[in-house]
């Protein structure tokens, strides 16, 4: 069984600690990522905070942002330290902010100095360093261009690659857009892993339902969602029967996903932490449900107010039924 089977995408404000510990409780399988941190922020920031993790997340893998090997191979290191099972390369966030920074998908044009990050990261850990990309960038967008990519860090060890089938472009549109605007090409992937058959390839963009996994798994070895997993995580309390082969283990229900979110919410309220950074989590979790729309309601409209506890999340599910 590949560990990258089934992933759950770095997504700025989104993958934090609460929303994977969140994921957990719906899936034990499932490959967790966090938002993409910037070496510079490890090193000059709160790096304590931000590698923060809850022990029932693995397997989780952190993704680091940063061009510079030296930067990137401390960070790496951190990250082992703290636990981490995997460190992923950011080579495939298309945004202004990032481009200004030197890292994201800008760097698909320099595969050398990707190399350079990878074998540098893996002289100073022992857990995998892992590469998340598109298919191309702007007009370097051919097949030609992206298996020169893939070889360059293919050469200095990296073994799991995470491809976005789409290219992005730099100028003129935005991250959503690029998300969504430049065509889906699955069989670019598909042959690179023909191409590649040793490598790890894992296969990212627009994927939706379990239906949706199971045929790509038949081509690559893993599969990556992304903003499905937050919009209608319903189907995640499936995953770990249909994808994983756990016909055994009890399935989780919603109610009882929401009752232990609730005992980890209160424990984290008494350590400082706002309600209304766990429970913005849970708006999604009834979706297509009789009494959804009152739930979130209930939520959006009080998880803001000042001393709300968790009593909300309880009051929101008998608002429901």
Known sequence: MTTHKLC???MMEW????????VRLMTKHTRLYTEMLTAGALIHG?????LRFDESEHPIALQLGGSDPIEM????????????????????????????????VCLMREPALIAECVTAMRNQVNIPITVKCRIGVDHDDSYDFLC??????KQAGCETLIVHARKAWLKGLNPKQNREVPKLDYQRIYQLKIDNPNMNIVINGGINTIEDIKLHLKHVDGVMIGRQAYKHPEFLLNVDKEIYGQANSKQPSMNDVIHEYAMYVEKNIKQGIPLKSMAKH??????????AKKWRRHLSEN??????????IYQGLEKMY
């Open 282 to 291: 849970i708006l999604n979790l009834y979706q297509g449900i009789p009494g």
């Open 303 to 312: 998880m803001h107010k000042p001393d709300v506890g968790v009593d909300l």
């Open 8 to 10: 759950i995408a770095p």
């Open 73 to 104: 191979a401390q960070s790496a290191k951190w990250g082992e330290q703290a636990g981490y099972d995997e460190i992923n390369i950011n080579v495939g966030c298309p945004s202004d902010r990032v481009q200004a920074g030197r890292f994201g």
């Open 46 to 50: 709160d790096r304590e905070r931000f």
């Open 15 to 22: 993958t934090d600690r609460h929303f994977r510990y969140l």
């Open 148 to 153: 020169h990519f893939v070889d360059s860090i």
